[in-house]
Each structure stands twice: as structure tokens, then as C-alpha cells.
């Protein structure tokens, strides 16, 4: 019955590679998130989608695609990984078009790193 | 950086004692929300006070806004070991996409 689902919860790759993180929701929201959590904690959006739109994209490289099949998926593929991209990745989901407005409901993240 | 600032940076009490945690940000804002985080976890959700809100309770947890000031804290009263997590502020902007940006995050250490 988990809320918001990510898979895989640990990914260990090489530079140069090409991954995907996967983030389900069964909460019925209709917008949905990505967050970067880096080694300092800090906390910081990547994108955004509202019913399979994308609204939000934070100045993040093009080496990060965002894909949304349907409201309740959101994966992230990431091509030609580097050292810098080793972070924790969030997925999150709320309900409503501004997402700011509401609270967000959180994965368990994704931990990449990138060797 | 539109990032919240948060202070703390780091608080360490004792069982029965209350936390505070302020925040601090530099934008207009619809609303501020609290989140805590355990280690190794995701974030979870505590309160939102809505910018024409002052002051707000949940349980243990007691949210304040001012918003002349740009800023908020958070009281977390009769502490428990259970309540060691990072805390996060996030707020809700009145521009834009009205994303959420967060704070800087405190790390709250209660010992038994």
C-alpha cells in the first residue's frame, strides 16, 4: 500500500553510463516531481509534471529526460552519467496543478552513484 | 538562490524538551510547509500554514508565519528520541509555478 514507489532504491554505475529511476504513485495525484538531494542535504526540484505535462523544468542539463507515460508514473533517464550526478533522488506527487499550493507526498529516494 | 535558510543548523536536546527551529526566506509566498526527515528516508509532510495564517497547531507541533519578516519556526513541544530527524522548511512561491523551495534543513538530535 505504499504511497509513492521508487525502483531501484540503490544504483551504482560508471561514468558514462545511461540509467533509469522509476517512481509510481496510487495516491490519484495529478502532478508529479522529481527532487535532487545532494551530499549537503540540500533539497532541489528538477522538474515537474501535471497530468502528463511537463510544467516545471529547473535549468537541469538535457542529459536528464523525464518521461511520463501516465499521471501515476514518473521515471527519469539519465544519459552519459557523471561524477556530479551522485545525489539522492526524490520522487514526489501532489494533488493539484500548482505545487506549491499543496503538500507533497515523498518516495523513499534513490541513491546514484556514479564511479 | 531563492533557498530558504534555516537555524539551526544542528540542535541537540534532551527527552522532554522542546525544539525550536526557525526559517527564514526571501520571496513573496502563498504558504510554508515543514517536513522532517528521517535518515535514509523520504521527506514527510508535518504542517502548511498558508501565508494569511499566523499561527498553527498539530499535535506536539506548533507553526508560527510572519510574513513582514520572511520567516517561521517551528516548536516541537515534550520531545521524543523518535522526533531525531532533519527538518525542513519549504515555501510554497507566488510566482512562477508556485513550486516548493526548501530550506537548508535542521538536524534535530534528541537524546534519551
Known amino acids: 500500500d505504499t504511497a509513492v514507489s521508487q525502483t531501484p532504491k540503490y544504483l551504482v554505475t560508471q561514468m558514462g553510463n545511461d540509467k533509469s529511476i522509476k517512481c509510481e504513485q496510487n495516491?490519484?495525484?495529478?502532478?508529479m516531481y522529481w527532487y535532487k538531494q545532494d551530499s549537503k542535504k540540500f533539497l532541489k526540484i528538477m522538474f515537474s509534471?501535471?497530468?502528463?505535462?511537463?510544467?516545471i523544468n529547473e535549468t537541469v542539463p538535457n542529459r536528464f529526460s523525464p518521461k511520463s507515460p501516465d499521471k501515476a508514473h514518473l521515471n527519469l533517464h539519465i544519459n552519459s552519467l557523471e561524477l556530479g550526478d551522485s545525489a539522492v533522488y526524490f520522487c514526489?506527487?501532489?494533488?493539484?496543478?500548482?505545487?506549491?499550493?499543496?503538500?507533497?507526498?515523498f518516495g523513499p529516494g534513490t541513491r546514484l552513484t556514479v564511479l | 538562490s531563492q533557498q530558504g535558510e534555516e537555524d539551526p543548523q544542528a540542535l541537540s536536546i534532551q527527552e522532554g524538551e522542546n525544539a525550536t527551529m526557525n526559517c527564514s526566506y526571501k520571496?513573496?509566498?502563498?504558504?510554508l510547509q515543514w517536513y522532517r526527515q528521517n535518515s535514509g528516508r523520504g521527506l514527510v509532510h508535518l504542517i502548511l500554514?498558508?501565508?494569511?495564517?499566523r499561527e498553527k497547531h498539530s499535535g506536539r507541533l506548533r507553526v508560527t508565519l510572519d510574513t513582514s519578516k520572511k520567516s517561521s519556526s517551528l516548536l516541537i513541544t515534550a520531545s521524543r528520541a523518535a522526533d531525531t530527524a532533519s527538518y525542513f522548511c519549504?515555501?510554497?512561491?507566488?510566482?512562477?509555478?508556485?513550486?516548493?523551495?526548501f530550506g537548508t534543513g535542521t538536524r534535530l538530535l534528541v537524546s534519551p
Open positions: 520571496t513573496s509566498i502563498n504558504n
Open positions: 500554514i498558508r501565508s494569511n495564517e
Open positions: 495516491l490519484g495525484h495529478d502532478t
Open positions: 514526489a506527487s501532489s494533488q493539484g496543478g500548482a505545487g506549491g499550493r499543496n503538500e507533497q507526498f
Open positions: 519549504a515555501t510554497g512561491q507566488n510566482t512562477g509555478f508556485q513550486k516548493l523551495v
Open positions: 509534471y501535471n497530468n502528463k505535462e511537463l510544467i
